[in-house]
């Protein structure tokens, strides 16, 4: 049974930061992709970032410039660092991980493994 575990989400007003974890098992965080999507309410789930086993990156053009994707060998962790926050950032963050064929992908589609979420809300 896999499980990814979020953590980090919170209330902050516009311009402000957080840092969202993500703990993975070490068989997915080592082979696998891995990315953070979002979804507002009302609005269907969308990819913010995915990065690959290799640390390549693709951000959804929204997020270019304010938010951060890295990984954690030591802790086998993934993180998300959001800075410079809008309103429309509000959503709940979900991690996700699947196979790597081709590189990081924002698609849903590739992602078999999901967490619970954690709540962003920006004002």
């Known amino acids: 049974h896999v499980q990814l575990v979020e953590s980090g989400g919170g209330s902050v007003q516009a311009g402000g930061s957080l840092r969202l974890s993500c703990a993975a098992p070490?068989?997915?965080?080592?082979?696998?992709?891995m990315g953070w999507f979002r979804q507002a309410p009302g609005k269907e789930r969308v990819g913010v970032v995915g990065i690959d086993s290799y640390g390549s990156t693709m951000y959804t053009d929204s997020v270019k410039g304010r938010f951060t994707i890295s990984r954690d060998g030591a802790k086998k962790s993934l993180y998300l660092q959001m800075n410079s926050l809008k309103p429309e950032d509000t959503g709940m963050y979900y991690c996700?991980?699947?196979?790597?064929?081709?590189?990081?992908?924002?698609?849903?589609?590739?992602?078999?493994?999901w967490g619970q979420g954690t709540q962003v809300t920006v004002s």
């Open positions: 996700a991980a699947g196979p790597c064929w081709n590189g990081p992908n924002l698609s849903g589609a590739m992602y078999e493994y």
């Open positions: 070490t068989i997915i965080y080592s082979t696998y992709c």
